[in-house]
């Protein structure tokens, strides 16, 4: 009787076993199918409004809109524009399109838009404008110039003077509000209390066309660090898959600047660094023990024996910051050096630009004592 009983009860505790697994299968199920559903239904309105801002706000408009695009916007600034003047349906959508199909090179100017017309259709109208008037000045920044030297070349055609836009450019209000803008480009690492000036590498040398006397040193430097942004956020893919930061890319673009004259020996001199990098070797460059000190052609022994911050000689490791601003080809280096079957591990590099590179330091004493009084005769020639 008792085992009757028992088989009875193992019976029922089995299939109220069975039931329950049947009820959580059932929840289960209804739980994933909600999910699926629920992420099939995003998916879908997701792409049904991407496509839709990328057509035309009103497919059937004929209304012709004049819109102006002043000097110096930014891709937002475009964005919100044509946004507020119903050209486009969403400003994030033109700034996640212009980001993926790269686009670039807009065209300040006065420009006569459609609703009717694609967002593809609108950017390619923005990339063919005509300047609404002829610059008042054209100002080269030379590459390789620090931003102290950049403050001086502004300040003789603008209405401000070079402690003005030192002093701007090292606020760290401002700073912090680019920072802000530019996520991609600028990090809290420029904030560092051992670095001279914070946007030192981040102003990019080029020739640029000044429409407003009155240009104030916030619309210089945020003009400035938006072309390095741009041509930063094209390699970003490439940045990722190096080593180092943004920062760390432009401090060593900034130090092949400086020592690399030919666009040839730039990856040579890169992969130098690289290789000394990782058999933990000081980088020893010269300039990095200049950076800071009044100009000069030949560095001294007493110069190598300055700690600072930036001196190779003395830091182990990169400067803590850029020390000048790079060109895109020493930035480009840095992502594509010369390769690892480039060993050396030592160049110096004469006043004409001729770079010899060698393996030990005996050979590398020896072609520096050959032609090391080359620069002293140009530091000579300099004073005179």
Do not use: C
């Not at 404008?129 to 055609?157: D, V, W």
């Not at 070079?162 to 996520?183: G, H, W």
């Amino acid at each position: 009787m008792e085992k009757e009983q028992a088989k009875e009860q193992l019976e029922q505790d089995l299939s109220s076993r069975a039931s329950e697994a049947r009820i959580v299968r059932k929840v289960v199920f209804y739980v994933i199918s909600f999910l699926l559903l629920f992420f099939a239904i995003t998916i879908f309105f997701g792409y049904s409004y991407v496509k839709s801002a990328l057509g035309p706000v009103d497919e059937d408009s004929e209304e012709q809109i004049e819109v102006e695009i002043p000097l110096g916007s930014t891709s937002t600034d475009i964005a919100n524009i044509l946004e507020e003047h119903g050209l486009i349906k969403d400003a994030r959508i033109f700034r996640f399109y212009i980001k993926f199909k790269n686009e670039v090179n807009f065209q300040a100017g006065q420009y006569t838009l459609s609703p009717s017309m694609t967002l593809a259709e609108t950017v390619k109208e923005l990339q063919t404008g005509k300047l609404i008037e002829e610059p008042i000045f054209r100002i080269t920044i030379p590459e390789g110039k620090t931003l102290e030297e950049i403050a001086q070349l502004f300040s003789k055609k603008l209405s401000f003077s070079p402690e003005e836009f030192i002093e701007t450019a090292d606020d760290e209000i401002f700073v912090k509000q680019l920072i802000e803008s530019y996520p991609n480009l600028l990090s809290e690492e420029i904030l560092n209390d051992d670095i001279y000036h914070p946007l030192e590498g981040y102003l990019f040398a080029a020739t640029y066309d000044i429409f407003d006397e009155a240009m104030t040193p916030e619309a210089v430097i945020t003009m400035m660090v938006e072309k390095t942004n741009e041509l930063i956020e094209q390699r970003m893919d490439e940045i990722e898959a190096s080593d180092f930061s943004v920062h760390e890319i432009l401090t060593l673009a900034s130090i092949i600047e400086r020592e690399a004259k030919f666009s040839e020996d730039r990856p040579k001199v890169s992969q130098v660094y690289l290789n000394r990098l990782k058999k933990n070797m000081k980088l020893q460059s010269d300039i990095t023990a200049f950076y800071g000190l009044p100009h000069k052609a030949v560095v001294t022994y007493e110069d190598l024996e300055v700690k600072t911050p930036y001196n190779t000689y003395i830091i182990n490791g990169l400067p803590v910051g850029p020390i000048s601003s790079p060109s895109i080809e020493s930035i480009d280096a840095v992502l594509h050096p010369e390769g690892e079957d480039f060993t050396k591990l030592y160049y110096f590099s004469r006043p004409s630009g001729e770079t010899f590179y060698s393996d030990t330091l005996e050979e590398h004493n020896a072609i520096k004592e050959q032609y090391r009084h080359e620069w002293y005769e140009l530091e000579n020639e300099s004073k005179n």
